[in-house]
Nanobody, 120 residues
């Protein structure tokens, strides 16, 4: 079993910053990809930023230049630094990972989500 624990969400004013964290633990042999998606009310879940299995990063066009994804491989943790936040960034942010466990099963996992609200 694998657990993803997210933290760092909250309420922030437009132009402010937040840093999200997601730590993976449990039956982890190797992590191939890890990153963040978000879902706003009435909208589909969308990619925000991820590390791909090749080690590169992908960002949604809407967050490029404002958000930065980083990771600590030793801690199986990924971070999302969000600057210059806008009201349209308001959403539930989900951490996700694609990994292989010690039984050599490759699976996607999702966190429970953390609310980010940008409002004055």
């Amino acid at each position: 079993q694998v657990q993803l624990v997210e933290s760092g969400g909250g309420l922030v004013q437009p132009g402010g910053s937040l840093r999200l964290s997601c730590a993976a633990s449990g039956n982890i042999f190797t992590i191939y990809a890890m990153g963040w998606y978000r879902q706003a009310p009435g909208k589909q879940r969308e990619l925000v930023a991820t590390f791909t299995s090749g080690g590169s990063t992908n960002y949604a066009n809407s967050v490029k230049g404002r958000f930065t994804i980083s990771r600590d491989n030793a801690k199986n943790t990924v971070y999302l630094q969000m600057n210059s936040l806008k009201p349209e960034d308001t959403a539930v942010y989900y951490c996700t990972t694609n990994l292989m466990d010690y039984s050599h099963r490759r699976t996607d996992y999702w966190g429970q989500g953390t609310q980010v609200t940008v409002s004055s």
